[in-house]
Nanobody, 118 residues
């Protein structure tokens, strides 16, 4: 059974940085896509960034406009852990961040809280 576990969330001030991790277990199929979504209080869950994995290496990455240039998504060599490096954080980035795996089916992690104070 596929499991996704996020970590790395926390509280920072405006301009700070955090690095989120999403560890996937129980999956063996490639290609796949892993993505980060976030949900702020009172708002719908929204796409943040995605990365594809095929042939044993990472492929294309994509970002929502509001984080492009500040956030970077990457994967480890085995393709089992995906990272989201978040720099120059803003209060608007405050949300619960979720990892999503698309591999035929869709799997979600439980989320990790990111809080950015001004």
């Amino acid at each position: 059974q596929v499991q996704l576990v996020e970590s790395g969330g926390g509280s920072v001030q405006t301009g700070g940085s955090l690095r989120l991790s999403c560890a996937a277990s129980g999956r063996t199929v490639s290609p796949y896509e892993m993505a980060w979504y976030r949900q702020a209080p009172g708002k719908e869950r929204e796409f943040v960034a995605r990365i594809t994995w095929s042939g044993g290496r990472g492929g294309s990455a994509g970002y929502t406009n509001s984080v492009r240039g500040r956030f970077t998504i990457s994967a480890d060599n085995a393709g089992n852990t995906v990272y989201l490096q978040m720099n120059n954080l803003e209060p608007e980035d405050t949300a619960i961040y979720y990892c999503r795996l698309l591999e035929g089916s869709i799997y979600w992690g439980r989320g990790t809280q990111v809080t950015v104070s001004s």
